[in-house]
Each structure stands twice: as structure tokens, then as C-alpha cells.
């Protein structure tokens, strides 16, 4: 079973509502007709139902649950609790009434901050600053997570590196320039998501352009801080660095460069010290190897909201769906 399919059933054998607010996009709407054919999710769509229907084009959409932000039942509950949650910052009743009614990404977050639904996805037709702009400030960090971050699933064809050639791509969608101290938080996450999603133990290669002192210079020296602080604050994960990418994941070369290390020729979560290598990592992985990149998958917010990539397909969508669904479970 592939890794999508893994997570399908999954998601199908413990449903979960995901709210879709982007149903002025075809591919969205394509998207929830696929989830609710395939039965991985229950779909909450916002919008005026005529004008989703009459979007639609034929599809079927009759099981999802269509949210019209002008006759929304609940609206003045949901008023009143982005004003508790934002009061400090300012928010009024007139503010909040503006957000809600105008906004379908502010009234899918806070659906999911009352229960209504366990997770949102969108950024087919929004930047990922707007996804995660009420994400943060509705639904704010997990516990006992430092900051937010987000991260590609990568499955490699014929490929008997990592999980069989499953990977963490970690951060390759969001922190533009972590420090040590953000990168040991980001593998630590990873490290968690990959457990989730996956089912195998993560074992995390802190990557960089040095093995073990080959080369000096203050970016190995972030990275190697990031794994004496990693290692500190999870003593029992599975992490090494500094790292090549070589001697991460190709056995051989592990053994060679790095023969003490538990890491090295064996990982499968890689976390990359800036975003520049991270997303030219993922896109040099996902062309030149026919790989699948799901993602970017967000981590560390309270409860699962996902960004998509606004070239994506309603497929892509659909896998996305799946995987949040997995995430709120």
C-alpha cells in the first residue's frame, strides 16, 4: 500500500470533518467531491449553496455541509468568541462581525476552534501568510511547541533509502532562516510528524553543506547547536548532525563519513538549515525523481490547518484533505 493510500484508509477508518472555505475555486469543489465519494472526510464547504452548486458543474456535493456566513446560525456565538480570544489586540464586535461575514479563512478557523470541524485546509487561492494569519491567532501553538513550521512528504519511486523511500523534507515551506535554537524545534516536530504520519520511527539527519567539522563556518555552527540542543531536549530521538546530505541517507557513504554516528545512511527525517535548501531540496527530489511531495503540511498549530501550494490540483487537495484528517485524529 502507498503512503497516500495508507492515509486514506486511515482517514476512513476514523472520520473527520475538514472545512474547505476556498468554493469559489473549481479545484476545491472538485476536491470535496472526491473526499466525499472516496469517504475519507466529512466536508463543510463556505459559501452561498446556489452559487457553489452552479460552480460545481454537475458535481456532487449533496453530503457536504454548506456554510453560508450570511445565515449562519451560530454567527453571533462565533462573534463573540474571536472577541474574548482578540480583545487585547483590539478586536471589537464591529471587527470581528467584518472578519467573520467577509473572510471564509477567519470562519473555517474558528469553526475549528469550536469544534465544528477538526481541521482546515486552503491556499489553493490564498498566500500562506493569509492561511496561517487566523490559524495563529485563533487557534495559536500546541503545547510545548515553540513555533510553527512546515514540511513536505516525499516518496521516492523505487528508492531503498529512508522509510523505503518515504522522507520528511523539513522546514521546506515557511521559517526563512531558523536558528539553532528553531531549528532543534523544528526536528523535534518533524521527528513527531513523521511517527504520525508514517508509523516508523524517525531517524533525523541535521543536513549541511559539512560532515562532522569537514568544513567551518557560522552556518555549520548553527546547525551543529541545533543538534547539541536537540539531543538535550529529546535525549531519546534518534538524531545526528552536522550532516551531508550523502552520508545522511546513502549508506556507504554514511559509514564512511560519519562511522560513529546512529544517523548517518539511515535517515529519513531531513531537516534542512534554511528554507532556500529546503524548498530547491524538495523541487530537485519531486522533477528529477518523479517523487510525490505532499505538502507543505503545517505543524505545531493547535489543531491541523494546511496550506496548499496554489498551483496544486484538486488531487493534491484531496491528499491533503486525507493527511489533516489523519493529523486531527
Do not use: W
Not at 493569509?130 to 490559524?135: A, G, N, W
Not at 496544486?312 to 493529523?327: K, P, R, Y
Request: proline fraction near 4%; charge should be negative.
Amino acid at each position: 500500500m502507498s503512503f497516500i493510500e495508507d492515509i486514506k484508509a486511515r482517514a476512513k477508518s476514523n472520520k473527520k470533518t475538514i472545512v474547505l472555505p476556498e468554493t469559489t475555486d473549481i479545484r476545491t469543489l472538485k476536491a470535496a467531491h472526491l473526499v466525499l465519494q472516496e469517504e475519507i472526510a466529512n466536508v463543510i464547504l463556505i459559501g452561498d449553496a446556489a452559487e457553489i452548486q452552479d460552480k460545481a458543474e454537475g458535481l456532487d456535493l449533496s453530503q457536504a455541509e454548506i456554510i453560508n456566513p450570511k445565515t449562519f446560525e451560530e454567527m453571533d456565538t462565533y462573534i463573540t468568541e474571536l472577541v474574548k480570544l482578540r480583545e487585547k489586540k483590539g478586536m471589537t464586535i464591529e471587527k470581528a462581525n467584518q472578519l467573520l461575514h467577509n473572510d471564509p479563512l477567519f470562519l473555517g478557523v474558528m469553526m475549528v476552534k469550536q469544534g465544528k470541524a477538526d481541521g482546515m485546509v486552503a491556499g489553493a487561492i490564498n498566500a500562506t501568510a493569509d492561511v496561517l494569519r487566523p490559524s495563529l491567532q485563533i487557534l495559536k501553538t500546541a503545547p510545548n511547541t515553540k513555533l510553527v513550521s512546515a514540511f513536505f512528504v516525499m516518496v521516492v519511486p523505487d528508492c531503498d533509502m529512508g522509510a523505503n523511500g518515504t522522507f520528511i523534507f523539513s522546514d521546506a515551506g515557511l521559517n526563512q532562516n531558523p536558528n539553532s535554537e528553531e531549528l532543534a524545534a523544528i526536528a523535534q516536530s518533524s521527528a513527531k510528524s513523521f511517527s504520525q504520519l508514517v508509523g516508523q520511527e524517525p531517524v533525523v539527519a541535521m543536513l549541511s553543506h559539512s560532515t562532522y567539522g569537514s568544513a567551518k563556518h557560522a552556518d555549520v555552527d548553527k546547525v551543529v547547536e541545533a543538534t547539541r540542543i536537540a539531543k538535550m531536549e529529546a535525549p531519546d530521538l534518534k538524531v545526528d548532525g552536522e550532516l551531508q546530505l550523502d552520508a545522511a541517507i546513502v549508506a556507504s557513504v554514511g559509514k564512511a563519513k560519519a562511522p560513529s554516528s546512529s544517523v548517518a545512511g539511515q535517515a529519513n527525517v531531513l531537516i534542512f538549515p534554511d528554507l532556500d535548501a529546503g524548498n530547491i531540496g524538495y523541487k530537485l527530489v519531486q522533477r528529477l525523481a518523479k517523487a510525490e511531495a505532499y505538502g507543505p503540511i503545517t505543524q505545531g498549530i493547535a489543531k491541523p490547518v494546511n496550506d496548499l501550494s496554489r498551483g496544486c490540483s484538486a488531487e493534491d487537495i484531496v491528499g491533503v484533505v486525507a493527511i489533516t484528517a489523519v493529523q486531527a485524529q
